[in-house]
T-cell receptor, first 113, second 112 residues
């Protein structure tokens, strides 16, 4: 079945560091790709999505580019802040009301001031 | 801030007790999903609806879990007889088309 792999379980950075969280997917078709962020005690918040090869999604300084050849959708941010500390999830779906969202295992980002 | 409203935020139940959670989807969103997130942050799809109709549900849901999304009332997820393994964060999400899901803050169930 379809799946999403996030390489890093945890990432520890200092403020103003550059962030990369790796996301690779395995899919039988051509899915839409998503990034969600979850703060402690809250539900996942939608960050952004991309639906086509080479499309870039972005929000709040975070960005990722859909790479169909590499089956990747890596999350990046040029300069992280302490407030970015959270768990980040990569996910995919095929859209439509009957198609569930498939999540990766999540990456805990900790940013020191 | 989440526009999907879930209540209660926390519930503590004894084994064998019923546990009921409610969800008000974002206004105008006909598609509703329920997920279970365990302590390892893994997400398990439970059931989804379009308007009042069940689209998909997993086997576990069919046996001890029941859910509905009646018109003009909150959606609900009920566990008929809680087990220790049901302790988790239950997340409701709504969507306009099923493409992008917007989650509520969740209902955390602790089964003692």
């Amino acid at each position: 079945g379809d799946s999403v792999t996030q390489t890093e379980g945890q990432v520890a950075l200092s403020e103003e560091d550059f962030l990369t969280i790796h996301c690779n997917y395995s899919a039988s078709g051509y899915p839409a790709l998503f990034w969600y962020v979850q703060y402690p005690g809250e539900g996942p918040q939608f960050l952004f999505r991309a639906s086509r090869d080479k499309e870039k999604g972005s929000s709040r300084g975070f960005e990722a580019t859909y790479n169909k050849e590499a089956t990747s959708f890596h999350l990046q941010k040029a300069s992280v802040q302490e407030s970015d500390s959270a768990v980040y999830y990569c996910a995919l779906n095929y859209g439509g009301s009957g198609n569930k969202l498939i999540f990766g295992t999540g990456t805990l980002l900790s940013v020191k001031p | 801030n989440s526009k999907v409203i879930q209540t209660p935020r926390y519930l503590v139940k004894g084994q064998g007790q019923k546990a009921k959670m409610r969800c008000i989807p974002e206004k105008g969103h006909p598609v509703v999903f329920w997920y279970q997130q365990n302590k390892n942050n893994e997400f398990k799809f439970l059931i989804n609806f379009q308007n009042q109709e069940v689209l998909q549900q997993i086997d576990m849901t069919e046996k001890r879990f029941s859910a509905e999304c009646p018109s003009n009332s909150p959606c609900s997820l009920e566990i008929q007889s809680s087990e220790a393994g049901d302790s988790a964060l239950y997340l409701c999400a709504s969507s306009l088309t099923g493409n992008t899901l917007y989650f509520g803050e969740g209902s955390r169930l602790i089964v003692v």
